[in-house]
């Protein structure tokens, strides 16, 4: 069946550091999005990516689309305390158009200051 | 504004039991999802309601799953018969329109579930 995969499980850095977390897609996808889950908290969206190839930033976080729509990263510029949390990425599950979505199984980055 | 907000926050219960638990999505919003997160897993789609009906539900991992959302607003996730593997986060998720083409979603805080 449909699968999202995430790598790496768990990535813990230096502050100041980079950090890069990259989802797999065993189909196509009309867009993927990302959710930021805090410790304790719920997903919370970040953004959402729809072409081939796009890519975009929000501060210190770049986000990409692949070329073929299959694959997504997020890069993380000097990571501080305040990024530590699982990071999502999630697409479009089945067909139809009903937004219900598919997640990876996120990638958990702990900051040590 | 309001967000999604969850009820109960947690709730402990003993196998064999029924459960609700319930859903206030953000106002206005006509489309509702329910997802299961177990530790260490993103969140997975259980049902989806757009307005009043249960328009996908092909998430529900077996008929002790049922949800409703009788007045296309509050929606109610009820479990009957419950065992341990049931336990774990409900989430709850709306957004303005069960659009693929755009479709933040807003979660709520979540249901914790202990099956005992």
């Known amino acids: 069946g449909q699968q999202v995969m995430q790598i790496p499980q768990y990535q813990h850095v230096q502050e100041g550091e980079d950090f890069t977390t990259y989802c797999n897609s065993s189909?196509?996808?009309?867009?993927i999005q990302w959710y930021k889950q805090r410790p304790g908290g719920h997903p919370v969206f970040l953004i959402q990516?729809?072409?081939?190839?796009e890519v975009k930033k929000q501060k210190r976080l770049t986000f990409q689309f692949g070329e073929a729509k299959k694959n997504s990263s997020l890069h993380i510029t000097a990571t501080q305390t305040t990024d530590v949390g699982t990071y999502f990425c999630a697409g479009p599950r089945g067909s139809g158009n009903t937004g219900k979505l598919i997640f990876g199984q996120g990638t958990t980055l702990q900051v040590k200051p | 504004g309001a967000g999604v907000s969850q009820t109960p926050s947690n709730k402990v219960t003993e196998k064999g039991k029924y459960v609700e638990l319930r859903c206030d999505p953000i106002?206005?919003?006509?489309?509702l999802y329910w997802y299961r997160q177990s530790l260490g897993q993103g969140p997975e789609f259980l049902i989806y309601f757009q307005g009043t009906g249960a328009a996908d539900d092909s998430g529900l991992p077996n008929d002790r799953f049922f949800a409703v959302r009788p007045e296309g607003s509050v929606s109610t996730l009820k479990i009957q018969r419950t065992e341990r593997g049931d336990s774990a986060v409900y989430l709850c998720?709306?957004?303005?329109?069960?659009?693929?083409?755009?479709?933040?979603?807003?979660f709520g805080p979540g249901t914790r579930l202990t099956v005992l």
């Open positions: 990516l729809v072409k081939s190839g």
């Open positions: 106002s206005g919003h006509t489309a």
């Open positions: 998720a709306s957004s303005p329109t069960g659009s693929t083409g755009y479709n933040e979603q807003f």
């Open positions: 189909t196509t996808l009309s867009n």
